[in-house]
């Protein structure tokens, strides 16, 4: 066997001299270990935190999903590429119509002939809104999605009845005066509608109708009572916190909340919006560990909540507003219609993957989850007049919403970490597993920003059979974004391999990675 020749240290120096990318070009790579157990089951993982959420705000829904009089759009004045593009994000709960916008607006406005409905100063956004998209428009554009819808009602200005009667116009069959008032607008049969939310944020002072937790929880029980009298059948979602101010009391805001409505309520509303204006990359990929940190805290005070109740009595998490915002946030960015137009990059895109990761690591508890929003507004889809573009947080929220389905399995990870600022040491590797029927669909995320990792997996009760489906989400750069004549990032199909019980696979720097195979 010939050798190489050796190098005295003076020698091996000016090599490094004239070529130092030998040694930075080739690291060895950073390895880790993931264990599959298919008995080690989480829960069951709801379609619904697949959601997604429109409100009267900036261009989400005018010249967002409804174009009146564009070429675009269809005869019923919806866009038809936002259209063809939530389908295919297999958007599963639409909530609507807000948000802040909620807590102003009289449903009544929005039925009726459209040239006939009122104009109102829209105080939540500093706009006029013409009510030419309401009730029906909506549950419209529900059929043509094939979602379910989730009513946002107005517990903010509004009133117990104008809430109880939205349910009756929507859900009753009796012959009553809400009911021939449907039909007289066009919608014979009742739409039926399941999810209804008691109001929104509010606990925040910048909400319309702001009260404390012990005042909401009284006005909310009595529009909850008089809800369910009217259909039974409902689901109800309460407004839990999302003041995370200096002064907030997001704990005890909930505690209090659902003392008083833990027996009228199915699910707990929380909203998180996540930023990186410091530049920090570490710590802006650690998001999903503080998000993680409040489903932990909002289970156990649903649990207290519910202690001394029949153990048939469940309230879930509906964490039913969720995004990247920040740069269009703050200092008078928030008025008038152009609004709220984000522009994702990379990093973004991974960090809705790990949230993506975290719902469905807690499938016992959060049952519904809704993107903030759909369209031009802090969006997966931004749309001009002239055509659309799928921004890059697009991508991991449409691969997890067509493939990770059935019940959410508990990995065991050995990863290398690092040590973020905020949240101490933080694995590199974010994961999350699916198995439904014998496909495992495992979701990963490289938080390193310029370092492979090589992940062994071992399934521990089965073998991997076939072909491994894999799917990347990356790009030139962490800062990288799409335009309308320029798509940087986007999903792309790899090629990988396993055998017997094992599978390896190298995940690249800053990336999102959905593998899919069978076992058996």
Known sequence: MKTLPSLSRRSFGKVLAAAPWILRAQPAPARARIKIDTERVIGDIDPKIYGNFIEHLGRCIEGGIFDEGSPLSDSDG??????????????????????????????????????????RLEMAWGTVEDNRFGTHEFMQYIEKLGAEPYFCTNLGVGSWQQAQQWVEYCNSSEDTAMTRLRKQNGRAQPWKVTYWGLGNEMDGPWQMGHRSA?????????????????????????????????????????????????HHV???????????????????????????????????????????????????????????????RGEGKEQGRRILEERYNLEDALVVATFLNT????????????????????APMFASE?????????????????????????????????????????????????????????????????RAIEADFEAQDKKFSGAVEAWEVNGPDIKAENDFDSTKVRAVQRSAAAQGNRLAYNFPPHSYTMLKVRLV
């Open 78 to 119: 919806f866009r038809r590429d936002v259209l063809d593009a939530a389908k295919k994000l297999n958007v599963t709960l639409l909530r609507w119509p807000g948000g802040n916008f909620s807590s102003n607006y009289n449903w009544t406005d929005g039925i009726g002939p459209r040239d006939q409905r009122p104009r």
């Open 214 to 262: 012990d005042d909401y929880g009284k006005f909310a029980l009595e529009a909850a009572k008089l809800m369910k009298w009217t259909d039974p059948g409902i689901k109800l979602i309460a407004a839990g916190s999302s003041n995370f101010g200096p002064n907030a009391d997001w704990t005890g805001w909930n505690r209090t909340v659902l003392e008083h409505l833990k």
């Open 266 to 328: 199915d699910y707990l509303s929380l909203h998180m919006y996540v930023g990186n204006r410091g530049n920090d990359f570490g710590d802006f990929m650690a998001s999903s560990v503080e998000l993680d940190s409040r489903i932990k805290t909002a289970a156990g005070i649903i649990d207290a909540a519910l202690s001394g109740e029949p153990a048939s009595r469940r309230i879930y998490i509906a964490w039913d507003e969720w995004n990247v915002w920040y740069r269009a």
């Open 359 to 378: 719902f469905v690591n807690h499938s016992h508890v959060v049952k519904i989850a809704n993107m903030a929003q759909l369209v031009n507004v802090i």
């Open 386 to 450: 002239k055509g659309l573009f799928l921004q890059t947080i697009y991508y991991p929220l449409q691969l997890f919403a067509n493939n990770s389905k059935g019940k959410s399995l508990e990995l065991f990870v050995d990863s290398p970490k690092y040590a973020s600022k905020r949240f101490g040491d933080v694995p590199y590797l974010d994961t999350s597993a699916a198995y439904d029927n014998g496909a495992l669909v495992l979701n990963v995320v490289n938080r390193h920003p310029d």
